[in-house]
């Protein structure tokens, strides 16, 4: 992880410190929903890394899970913008994080609306990365399995530059 720009918050999540995590979130003044890089929130490293604790401790904070963010794609240096902790979080397959993500009332649907991955969802990434238990969680919670991207080689494209969707960490 890149320090620059982050917080101890971002670091925090990133790395998986439940018990650090939930020092700086009671200190006070902790910004539990301050934007790095891209706009990138503590939410999302936590979700990318798989650390569903931690991510329980931020939506109990109140952070905000229906925030956007604009991340680099790894490989080609493209941008995707208006990504969702949950893109992240279906991108990388664990069905726990995923769960936590959805049950506080992140958008199931939600499309990344420029660049190479616009109108790609959560579930087109799962589907993609053959997730299965993700997969079924998002269709438990309504996803449109009818939606279509807006790219024609999404499955070429994603297979040869995304092994994680976020590479400004």
């Known amino acids: 992880m890149q320090v620059s720009g982050w917080a101890a918050l971002h670091i925090s999540a990133w790395n998986g410190y439940?018990?650090?995590?939930?020092?700086?979130?009671?200190?006070?003044?902790?910004?539990?929903?301050?934007?790095?890089?891209?706009?990138?929130?503590?939410?999302?490293?936590?979700?990318?890394?798989?650390?569903?604790?931690?991510i329980e401790l931020l939506v109990s904070a109140g952070c905000d899970v229906t925030r956007r963010a604009s991340l680099r794609v790894r490989g080609g240096g493209h941008v995707a913008s208006d990504v969702t902790a949950l893109h992240v979080a279906?991108?990388?397959?664990?069905?726990?994080?995923?769960?936590?993500?959805?049950?506080?009332?992140?958008p199931v649907d939600a499309t990344m609306t420029a660049g190479h991955l616009a109108s790609v969802t959560p579930l087109h990434l799962a589907v993609e990365a053959g997730h299965l238990d993700v997969i079924s969680l998002l269709i438990d919670?309504?996803?449109?399995?009818?939606g279509r991207t807006t790219i024609s080689p999404l499955v070429s494209f994603i297979h040869s530059n995304c092994s994680s969707i976020c590479s400004t960490v």
């Open 18 to 54: 439940v018990d650090l995590t939930q020092l700086l979130l009671e200190c006070g003044n902790c910004d539990v929903d301050l934007p790095g890089p891209g706009s990138v929130t503590p939410v999302f490293l936590a979700a990318q890394q798989r650390h569903c604790d931690v």
């Open 90 to 106: 279906a991108q990388a397959g664990h069905a726990g994080t995923v769960g936590r993500l959805l049950a506080a009332g992140a």
């Open 141 to 146: 919670a309504g996803c449109d399995v009818n």
